[in-house]
């Protein structure tokens, strides 16, 4: 039975599947830890080959077997050196492949059909399908210039705002409170966090604001508008005719103030990243 393993890489996991040629998924499983290039292609690539190793167990296969076709969907896969070297890595008698993770989320989001998908997680990115066939993207350049609207954009944000507080130029909140807990009062602990420079780090602030948007705290909802804000600039890019998909963990957080600001054009998405690189592989849309 032939086999293809899709792998849904970003900066926060790393999600892998097997699925027969008609598409039936086999199994399923999840490594902790990254599988974005530019957090290191080395990195990247031990994650891949954890999650390969573990649905091989969970298939039943012998220690020697691989799959047909290995399709990897990845954050950070525009840069071609990173790309060819992760490429390089794999084992010669599998096909493999590396499509952006946006382009496999945008796929399965879809269904393969004409529309936009807003992709926001750790990073943030903007992937669409016109009537015409042709693909287009915005955004998706990268923590610190891009990422607008990311997990890691918020966490940034707040820590902004938390050293604007410490001098004396925000009024009191329950999200400042909660931070300085978090990163501390010690010029030194707080300048770690000032010239930290990974996105996934800044990223696991962002539900500290989402938490406290829920409870009324003016910080925290102002952080989520001006996300949303960026994300409507994003969506701007993109034909005006397209259905909206928005999906990530960011994304769920953002999806009703999204949902209000474009209230016929957000959908719910019909599949995930790892059913996208299914339809990838069949289609031929690398």
Not at 215 to 244: I, K, N, R, T, Y
Request: with cysteine.
């Amino acid at each position: 039975m032939a086999v293809m393993i899709a792998v849904d890489g970003g900066a926060s996991r790393c999600r892998l599947a097997a699925f027969d040629t008609s598409g039936k998924l086999l199994a399923r499983v999840e490594i902790d830890g990254h599988a974005s290039l530019s957090a290191g292609v080395d990195t990247a690539w031990q994650h891949i080959s954890q999650g390969v190793t573990a649905l091989r167990a969970t298939l039943g296969e012998t220690p020697a077997w691989q799959p047909d076709q290995l399709l990897m969907g990845l954050a950070g896969s525009l840069n071609i050196s990173r790309r060819q070297e992760l490429l390089n890595k794999t084992p010669r008698v599998i096909k493999a492949q590396v499509v952006t993770d946006g382009h496999a989320q945008l796929m399965g989001a879809s269904g393969g059909a004409p529309g936009a998908c807003l992709a926001l997680g750790t990073g943030s990115v903007l992937h669409w399908l016109d009537a015409a066939g042709e693909l287009g993207m915005a955004g998706g350049w990268g923590f610190p210039v891009g990422d607008e609207g990311s997990g890691a954009w918020l966490g940034r944000r707040l820590v902004q705002a938390y050293v604007w507080h410490r001098d004396g130029q925000t009024s009191q909140s329950s999200l400042m409170s909660a931070l300085e807990q978090r990163i501390g009062t010690d010029v030194s602990d707080i300048q770690g966090w000032t010239t930290e420079s990974k996105s996934s780090i800044f990223a696991q602030l962002a539900p500290m604001i989402f938490e406290h948007a829920s409870h009324g705290d003016s910080v925290a909802q102002d952080m989520m508008a001006q996300a949303v804000e960026q994300c409507l600039a994003l969506v701007a890019l993109a034909p005006p005719d397209l259905p909206v998909y928005v999906v990530g963990g960011v994304g769920e957080q953002l999806r009703p103030l999204l949902l209000g600001a474009l209230p016929q054009r957000v959908c719910k998405a019909q599949g995930d990243a790892l059913y996208g690189l299914w339809r990838i592989s069949q289609q031929g849309n690398t």
